[in-house]
């Protein structure tokens, strides 16, 4: 399928300016966005996710000039932090603005915000920015839009990576989707909370606590109680419709020859030779890779007839704490 069409991405706009659902996708994973000013139109993403309502959502925009419409207090950690990694997977949480609708804090006084760097969110940004109608305004008089968009798939699934993995998890409930190929980077952005001072770690991605150290000049602090809501609270986040195990890698051969119903495996080794009935699929050895291939890999394991997924631990090193993250909490249903 082709790229989206300028007709696309403005008719695609014009759904999210009248209250309506569009799934487009950014550089981590698609997102399933309604207009952040229009809290009716954001409780349709709860609707259509199946999503507890206290939940807060991101708000996508443009460029880091709309920091200072969306939150009331951009601290320097955060403004630096937007300027070396925006637009592109990271997402900081601020303090919220007066006018920044419950709907998409969850009551918090916090509000999250990313500019994605994928060119079809950041067109279907300009465009839905530049539509006609736009109601927020802040106090200096500026338009004060956004899109509201968690990943598009139901509550507590794996998010999608391709257009196709929107189809099948929410095709039925949502206005357009918008088909902008596989996610280059395949799991979701990092999320720094730079609401308390310090900044704190809530969720990792590509962009690593090193990387955010050597930006802010001190070390991330991990998630601790008073950090606001956040994914980590649920254990049970992306998971597979399949129970998965996490096996270190010197359990592996004992593992495996043990769970006689595991028809599904994700590893970093080969096959040995001899069982042909074993969907196996090898990922990457490079943390990058294999971030960008996990979610597509576990939506095809998990699209076959098993009964458990076996995934073989990634290392500890430096890198792999993303990938980490999403496996650990992927297997944390069972
Ligand atoms: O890569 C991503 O971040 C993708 C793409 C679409 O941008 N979005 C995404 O959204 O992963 P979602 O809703 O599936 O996960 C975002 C997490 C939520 O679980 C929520 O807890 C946290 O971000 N979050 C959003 N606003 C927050 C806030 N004000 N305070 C604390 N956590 C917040
Ligand atoms: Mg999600």
């Known amino acids: 399928m082709g790229a989206p069409s300028s007709a696309d991405i403005a008719r695609a706009a014009r759904i999210l300016r009248s209250g309506g659902l569009v799934a487009f996708p950014t550089e981590t994973v698609y997102g399933l966005g309604a207009d952040a000013?229009?809290?009716?139109?954001?409780?349709?993403?709860?609707?259509?996710?199946?999503r507890p309502q206290d939940h807060p959502v991101i708000v996508h925009v443009p460029d880091l000039g709309y920091l200072a419409r969306w939150a009331r207090e951009v601290p320097d950690t955060a403004l630096a932090l937007a300027r070396a990694f925006w637009p592109g997977p990271l997402t900081l949480i601020l303090k919220r603005a007066s006018g920044v609708p419950?709907?998409?804090?969850?009551?918090?006084?916090t509000v999250g915000?990313?500019?994605?760097?994928?060119?079809?969110?950041?067109?279907?940004?300009?465009?839905?920015?530049?539509?006609?109608?736009?109601?927020?305004?802040?106090?200096?008089?500026?338009?004060?839009?956004?899109?509201?968009?968690?990943?598009?798939?139901?509550?507590?699934?794996?998010?999608?990576?391709?257009?196709?993995?929107?189809?099948?998890?929410?095709?039925?409930?949502?206005?357009?989707?918008?088909?902008?190929?596989?996610?280059?980077?395949?799991?979701?952005?990092?999320?720094v909370d730079c609401s308390r001072g310090e900044p704190v770690l809530l969720r990792p991605g590509r962009i690593t606590a090193a990387d955010i150290a050597r930006v802010a000049g001190v070390a991330p602090r991990a998630a601790d109680?008073?950090?606001?809501?956040?994914?980590?609270?649920?254990?049970?986040?992306?998971?597979?419709?399949?129970?998965?195990?996490l096996i270190a890698a010197g359990d592996w051969e004992r593992s495996l020859a043990a769970a006689a119903r595991a028809r599904a495996v994700l590893a970093l080794r080969a096959q040995p030779p001899g069982d042909a009935s074993l969907r196996w699929i090898v990922m990457?050895?490079?943390?990058?890779?294999?971030?960008?291939?996990?979610?597509?890999?576990l939506h095809a394991l998990d699209d076959c007839d098993c009964k458990v997924i076996l995934v073989e631990a990634p290392p500890e090193g430096p890198g792999w704490e993303a990938v980490r993250d999403r496996l650990s909490r992927a297997a944390a249903k069972d």
């Open 102 to 109: 419950d709907a998409v804090t969850g009551g918090q006084d």
């Open 284 to 297: 990457p050895a490079d943390p990058a890779r294999y971030g960008h291939d996990l979610y597509a890999s």
């Open 113 to 191: 915000l990313r500019a994605p760097a994928h060119p079809v969110a950041q067109a279907l940004l300009a465009a839905f920015v530049g539509e006609e109608g736009g109601h927020g305004f802040d106090s200096a008089g500026r338009r004060f839009d956004g899109v509201a968009a968690p990943s598009a798939n139901k509550f507590g699934r794996i998010s999608p990576t391709t257009a196709e993995h929107v189809r099948a998890d929410l095709g039925g409930e949502v206005d357009m989707i918008l088909d902008g190929g596989a996610c280059e980077v395949g799991i979701e952005s990092t999320i």
């Open 225 to 245: 109680r008073e950090a606001p809501r956040a994914p980590g609270v649920l254990e049970s986040h992306y998971a597979p419709r399949h129970p998965m195990r």
């Open 37 to 50: 000013r229009n809290p009716a139109a954001v409780a349709r993403i709860f609707a259509a996710k199946g």
